[in-house]
């Protein structure tokens, strides 16, 4: 067995570059590059073993870790999850900074490689700079954060413990059920320390997607209980894109006479003007996907989670009669809430089901249904985001603005605050993966480093960022990273002075207003945040615009333009779309000595009747 002498570090670099994916037949490198921020935990090993490959697989510099990882994890979504990156960070700060990251890939299911540096594995110099030192275990460190919100999680103590490591990683990353982040916390010595690995270990590896089939039994229920359904009803989630299911969802709704309702991850799974396509569906739903997910009798859930903004928190599936056919990769989501499980990858899986069909179609009077459901909300929508003049225009008529400047094929990009659910209700995707939210953690501080990821995956996409101004605060040093790699982005910059959704809940729950608007915060000054002047400073080009008019302008201009671009607008923080959408379950206080809480008790009860528990 002929051997090669490397630290563990080069190891680790040596076999990423090996890693290849092929797509639509050309073979490209698995990892689009890796993500670094340097500290005494990392540089020396890993930093120096990057150089040494930086030709085959580049380091980016990110200016937080949280950002960093966002932005990989944004371009493994943004690649169907068939390509990916590698985020490597420092020990103690550098590493817990990118665990709420994790947490974003891991309840997305999205693969990536994430390598902390730990405290040194052999304790002499122990405590180090950062070790968090537990008092009760010696075992412990920072990195064990990442363990709850890893697929994969290993502490690296030897240097040949990486070889079994990095090959248990690439199979969580790579497996459509199991995906989402694979942690390797990397001891500092030990990244230093060579060993003569097995040249086979760097042998160049080309992985495809695996396309589970379903089972014959579980084919036969699923295909049995939709033949007998009079309204059946598609839920389309995020797995139809990571499949590459558009066009077998599209050829199974035809063919089968069914209208489908996107989730907030599947949206873009078939063009809006799509006939079989009724748009969103749940708490941010439009009115005809949501009246016939109220009557649907089978509900055929393909690649979704089924989280409780797509069922309503289980109240929009009302049909008593109603069953669910969970035709999922993962076990765990296809048998959710009793359902007939088809675990299977959407794209055969829509295949076969149709098969096993045959001709069978849904009764006539469900497309006529679906062509009168459509066309009424449509009507009632427009107004939402037709063009106007007012001074404060809400975040429907801004959204309404980016649509008209946009081309068909430029993604937009979001992940919290009011947004979400007004995009979710209003945007029309055209071409798939023009749509990319964030709504698994939701996670505030997404967007710019994620509109980041989003480009880098598919440079040809015009990418358009939509944040609010809390989210913007939250997180936005990435949108240096992105004038410094010339990956351009718009970002459109909704600047309400606060929390406006959370503002908007809180009245919703009986809630005085308190601590979400800047004006009902704890303050000496009320702050005016010059946000045009702050994003110039980093670099990008910037302006605040006065109304749809002049943002309808300044989206043309940064759509030539070769920099990143903030546009700032300041919007109406109480104003959101009463059209369309479905209860949410938001405790509300049993006992309170304020009246409007009482009320808006008595009504969270009432619709918590309407709950369904597990069936
Ligand atoms: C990291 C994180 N912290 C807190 C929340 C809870 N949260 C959701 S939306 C929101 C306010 C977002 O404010 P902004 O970005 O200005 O959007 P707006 O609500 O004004 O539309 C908060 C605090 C979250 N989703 N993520
Ligand atoms: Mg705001």
Same mark, same amino acid.
């Given at each position: 067995?002929?051997?090669?002498?490397?630290?563990?570090?080069? /190891?680790?670099?040596?076999?990423?570059?090996?890693?290849?994916?092929?797509?639509?037949?050309?073979?490209?490198?698995?990892?689009?590059?890796?993500?670094?921020?340097?500290?005494?935990?990392?540089?020396?090993?890993?930093?120096?073993?990057?150089?040494?490959?930086?030709?085959?697989?580049?380091?980016?510099?990110?200016?937080?870790?949280?950002?960093?990882?966002?932005?990989?994890?944004?371009?493994?979504?943004?690649?169907?999850?068939?390509?990916?990156?590698?985020?490597?960070?420092?020990?103690?700060?550098?590493? #817990?900074?990118?665990?709420?990251?994790?947490? @974003?890939?891991? @309840?997305?299911?999205?693969?990536?490689?994430?390598?902390?540096?730990?405290?040194?594995?052999?304790?002499?110099?122990?405590?180090? &700079?950062?070790?968090?030192?537990?008092?009760?275990?010696?075992?412990?460190?920072?990195?064990?954060?990442?363990?709850?919100?890893?697929?994969?999680?290993?502490?690296?103590?030897?240097?040949?413990?990486?070889?079994?490591?990095?090959?248990?990683?690439?199979?969580?990353?790579?497996?459509?059920?199991?995906?989402?982040?694979? #942690?390797?916390? &990397?001891?500092?010595?030990?990244?230093?320390?060579?060993?003569?690995?097995?040249?086979?270990?760097?042998?160049?590896?080309?992985?495809?997607?695996?396309?589970?089939?379903?089972?014959?039994?579980?084919?036969?229920?699923?295909?049995?209980?939709?033949?007998?359904?009079?309204?059946?009803?598609?839920? +389309?989630?995020?797995?139809?894109?990571?499949?590459?299911?558009?066009?077998?969802?599209?050829?199974?709704?035809?063919?089968?006479? &069914?209208?489908?309702?996107?989730?907030?991850?599947?949206?873009?799974?078939?063009?809006?003007?799509?006939?079989?396509?009724?748009?969103?569906?749940?708490?941010?739903?439009?009115?005809?996907?949501?009246?016939?997910?109220?009557?649907?009798?089978?509900?055929?859930?393909?690649?979704?989670?089924?989280?409780?903004?797509?069922?309503?928190?289980?109240?929009?599936?009302?049909?008593?009669?109603?069953?669910?056919?969970?035709?999922?990769?993962?076990?765990?989501?296809?048998?959710?809430?009793? /359902?007939?499980?088809?675990?299977?990858?959407?794209?055969?899986?829509?295949?076969?089901?149709?098969?096993?069909?045959?001709?069978?179609? +849904?009764?006539?009077?469900?497309?006529?249904?679906?062509?009168?459901?459509?066309?009424?909300?449509?009507?009632?929508?427009?107004?939402?985001?037709?063009?106007?003049?007012?001074?404060?225009?809400?975040?429907?008529? @801004?959204?309404?603005?980016?649509?008209?400047?946009?081309?068909?094929?430029?993604?937009?990009?979001?992940?919290?605050?009011?947004?979400?659910?007004?995009?979710?209700?209003?945007?029309?995707?055209?071409?798939?993966?023009?749509?990319?939210?964030?709504?698994?953690?939701?996670?505030?501080?997404?967007?710019?480093?994620?509109?980041?990821?989003?480009?880098?995956?598919?440079?040809?996409?015009?990418?358009?960022?939509?944040?609010?101004?809390?989210?913007?605060?939250?997180?936005?040093?990435?949108?240096?990273?992105?004038?410094?790699?010339?990956?351009? &982005?718009?970002?459109?910059?909704?600047?309400?002075?606060?929390?406006?959704?959370?503002?908007?809940?809180?009245?919703?729950?009986?809630?005085?207003?308190?601590?979400?608007?800047?004006?009902?915060?704890?303050?000496?000054?009320?702050?005016?945040?010059?946000?045009?002047?702050?994003?110039?400073?980093?670099?990008?080009?910037?302006?605040?615009?006065?109304?749809?008019?002049?943002?309808?302008? /300044?989206?043309?201009? +940064?759509?030539?333009?070769?920099?990143?671009?903030?546009?700032?607008?300041?919007?109406?923080?109480?104003?959101?779309?009463?059209?369309?959408?479905?209860?949410?379950?938001?405790?509300?206080?049993?006992?309170?000595?304020?009246?409007?809480?009482?009320?808006?008790?008595?009504?969270?009860?009432?619709?918590?009747?309407?709950?369904?528990?597990?069936?």
């Amino acid at each position: 067995m002929s051997t090669i002498r490397l630290t563990m570090a080069q /190891a680790v670099a040596r076999f990423l570059t090996a890693q290849k994916t092929e797509i639509d037949g050309e073979i490209l490198p698995l990892f689009g590059g890796v993500w670094a921020i340097f500290g005494h935990g990392n540089v020396a090993g890993m930093g120096e073993a990057l150089h040494g490959v930086r030709d085959q697989l580049p380091t980016y510099r990110a200016h937080n870790e949280q950002g960093m990882a966002h932005a990989a994890i944004a371009f493994a979504k943004a690649s169907r999850r068939r390509r990916m990156m590698a985020c490597t960070t420092s020990i103690g700060p550098g590493a #817990t900074n990118m665990v709420t990251a994790a947490a @974003v890939a891991h @309840v997305n299911r999205l693969p990536v490689l994430l390598l902390p540096g730990d405290v040194f594995a052999n304790g002499r110099p122990d405590p180090v &700079l950062q070790q968090i030192e537990s008092f009760a275990d010696g075992t412990i460190s920072a990195n064990d954060c990442f363990r709850p919100v890893s697929r994969y999680f290993d502490r690296i103590t030897r240097p040949e413990q990486i070889i079994p490591a990095l090959q248990r990683a690439m199979s969580v990353l790579t497996d459509p059920a199991e995906c989402g982040p694979a #942690t390797l916390a &990397l001891c500092q010595d030990t990244q230093a320390e060579a060993y003569d690995y097995p040249e086979s270990f760097f042998a160049e590896k080309i992985w495809t997607p695996r396309r589970i089939r379903p089972d014959e039994t579980e084919l036969a229920q699923a295909a049995d209980l939709i033949c007998k359904s009079r309204k059946p009803f598609i839920v +389309a989630g995020g797995g139809v894109l990571y499949s590459g299911a558009e066009s077998a969802l599209a050829d199974f709704a035809q063919k089968h006479g &069914l209208a489908v309702g996107e989730t907030q991850a599947g949206k873009s799974s078939l063009p809006h003007d799509h006939p079989a396509n009724l748009g969103a569906i749940g708490v941010t739903g439009t009115g005809a996907a949501n009246a016939f997910a109220e009557d649907a009798d089978v509900v055929i859930a393909v690649g979704t989670r089924l989280q409780d903004f797509t069922t309503g928190s289980w109240a929009l599936f009302r049909n008593p009669k109603r069953r669910i056919v969970g035709l999922n990769v993962q076990a765990f989501d296809a048998t959710k809430h009793n /359902a007939a499980p088809l675990v299977a990858d959407a794209r055969v899986g829509l295949e076969e089901l149709s098969r096993a069909l045959g001709d069978w179609k +849904a009764p006539e009077d469900q497309a006529v249904k679906a062509r009168d459901e459509k066309a009424r909300w449509f009507d009632a929508a427009a107004r939402y985001t037709d063009p106007t003049n007012v001074e404060l225009p809400s975040d429907a008529q @801004v959204i309404g603005a980016v649509q008209r400047a946009s081309s068909p094929t430029d993604v937009v990009v979001c992940a919290a605050g009011g947004l979400p659910g007004e995009l979710h209700k209003h945007w029309k995707a055209s071409a798939a993966l023009g749509y990319h939210m964030e709504y698994g953690y939701s996670c505030m501080g997404y967007e710019i480093a994620g509109g980041l990821g989003v480009k880098m995956a598919d440079p040809s996409r015009e990418v358009i960022v939509m944040v609010g101004d809390g989210s913007y605060l939250m997180m936005n040093s990435e949108l240096a990273t992105s004038v410094m790699l010339g990956h351009k &982005l718009t970002v459109v910059l909704l600047d309400n002075r606060g929390y406006g959704c959370i503002n908007r809940l809180q009245r919703a729950t009986g809630g005085e207003s308190f601590n979400n608007l800047l004006q009902h915060t704890n303050h000496v000054t009320l702050p005016e945040i010059d946000f045009a002047a702050h994003a110039a400073g980093l670099g990008a080009r910037s302006v605040k615009v006065k109304g749809i008019g002049e943002l309808e302008d /300044a989206l043309k201009k +940064a759509r030539s333009a070769d920099r990143s671009t903030v546009i700032v607008i300041d919007t109406d923080p109480l104003a959101s779309t009463d059209a369309g959408g479905h209860w949410w379950d938001v405790a509300v206080p049993e006992v309170s000595v304020r009246e409007q809480v009482n009320k808006a008790r008595r009504d969270y009860e009432k619709a918590l009747a309407t709950q369904r528990v597990g069936d």
